[in-house]
Nanobody, 114 residues
């Protein structure tokens, strides 16, 4: 019913930048929050950044000051600007929206390596 499509992942050197996009489509009438999670090999999925319909943001401590989430809720789209990327940022980044339930995208791979 609800589909999320992420884009913008890729390979980048340490210190580089990437911007991820997530566009939601389908039967969307009200979104409580949208956010980005990531999952790296051998690690649990973790929240990276989240923004509520009211614009309130939350960030993982490990990305504060480096990543920024922004929104275009009228278009059901969010972005994640990632700066000063580190090898430990390597993961599959997955978009999630919270509406009547939680909906997840397929994810986009971000690899940070020299």
């Amino acid at each position: 019913q609800v589909q999320l499509v992420e884009s913008g992942g890729g390979l980048v050197q340490p210190g580089g930048s990437l911007t991820l996009s997530c566009a939601a489509s389908g039967s969307i009438f009200s979104i409580y929050a949208m956010g980005w999670y990531r999952q790296a090999p051998g690690k649990q999925r973790e929240l990276v950044a989240q923004i509520s319909s009211g614009g309130i943001t939350n960030y993982a401590d490990s990305v504060k000051g480096r990543f920024a989430i922004s929104r275009e809720f009228a278009k059901n789209t969010i972005y994640l600007q990632m700066n000063n990327l580190k090898p430990e940022d390597t993961a599959v980044y997955v978009c999630k929206i919270s509406v009547s339930g939680d909906y997840w995208g397929q994810g986009t791979q971000v690899t940070v390596s020299s």
